[in-house]
């Protein structure tokens, strides 16, 4: 069965950083995009970046400030978060959309989600 781990979240003051990690474990054939989205009460999830094959896309209110990045060779996504505000304080979630080995059929998946806490 495949399914997303997430770590790295936390409490940190303002302007300082934090990394989350994700990693796709199971049986996979091919993971076409990985990336992060983030929730707060009341409000609907909403993206932070995405990573595919073709392109990287960020909200634009963590443009210059997060960074995405992958290694395909282990199905992970990492993403850097610097100069953090109080606003960035949500729970982030993982997600992958993927093929699993020996299926053709795409499969979305999300992580548990993981508490990032900006409060000095």
């Known amino acids: 069965q495949v399914q997303l781990v997430e770590s790295g979240g936390g409490l940190v003051q303002p302007g300082g950083s934090l990394r989350l990690s994700c990693a796709a474990s199971?049986?996979?054939?091919?993971?076409?995009?990985m990336g992060w989205y983030r929730q707060t009460p009341g409000k609907e999830r909403e993206l932070v970046a995405i990573s595919s094959t073709s392109r990287t896309n960020y909200a634009d209110s963590v443009k210059g400030r997060f960074t995405i990045s992958a290694n395909s060779a282990k199905n992970t996504v990492y993403l850097q978060m610097n100069s953090l505000q109080p606003e960035d304080t949500a729970v982030y979630y993982c997600?992958?959309?993927?093929?699993?080995?020996?299926?053709?059929?795409?499969?979305?998946?999300w992580g548990q989600g993981t508490l990032v806490t900006v409060s000095s």
């Open positions: 199971g049986s996979i054939s091919s993971v076409n995009a």
């Open positions: 997600y992958a959309n993927l093929v699993p080995a020996g299926s053709y059929r795409h499969l979305e998946l």
